[in-house]
Nanobody, 115 residues
Framework: QVHLVESGGGLVQPGGSLRLSCAASGEMFGFDVMGWHRQGPGKQRSLVATISSGGAAVYEDSVEGRFIISRDSAKNTVRLQMNSLKPEDTAVYYC?????????WGQGTQVTVFS
């Protein structure tokens, strides 16, 4: 079983930056995809960005060019650098891990963009 622990959420002003991290524990082997989804108030949970163990990254259109996802395979950690934050980025951000058709979620960390 995989356990995901997120860190880095908080309050930031519009135009500011924030960095999220997610550490995965458990046996790490085989192809996997890690990243972040988010759920804003009254909205469905949706993809923000993911990166595979092979290094392929996918971004949601509204964050591409502003957010950068990276991973440190040796530390089983994925990071999301969020720049030029907008109020509409306000959401609970959930770390995501998928391997062998199994999905795992972090508990979620709140990101609030407010002046």
């Amino acid at each position: 079983q995989v356990h995901l622990v997120e860190s880095g959420g908080g309050l930031v002003q519009p135009g500011g930056s924030l960095r999220l991290s997610c550490a995965a524990s458990g046996e790490m082997f085989g192809f996997d995809v890690m990243g972040w989804h988010r759920q804003g108030p009254g909205k469905q949970r949706s993809l923000v960005a993911t990166i595979s163990s092979g290094g392929a990254a996918v971004y949601e259109d509204s964050v591409e060019g502003r957010f950068i996802i990276s991973r440190d395979s040796a530390k089983n950690t994925v990071r999301l650098q969020m720049n030029s934050l907008k109020p509409e980025d306000t959401a609970v951000y959930y770390c995501y891990f998928e391997r062998w058709g199994e999905h795992y979620w972090g508990q979620g960390t709140q990101v609030t963009v407010f002046s």
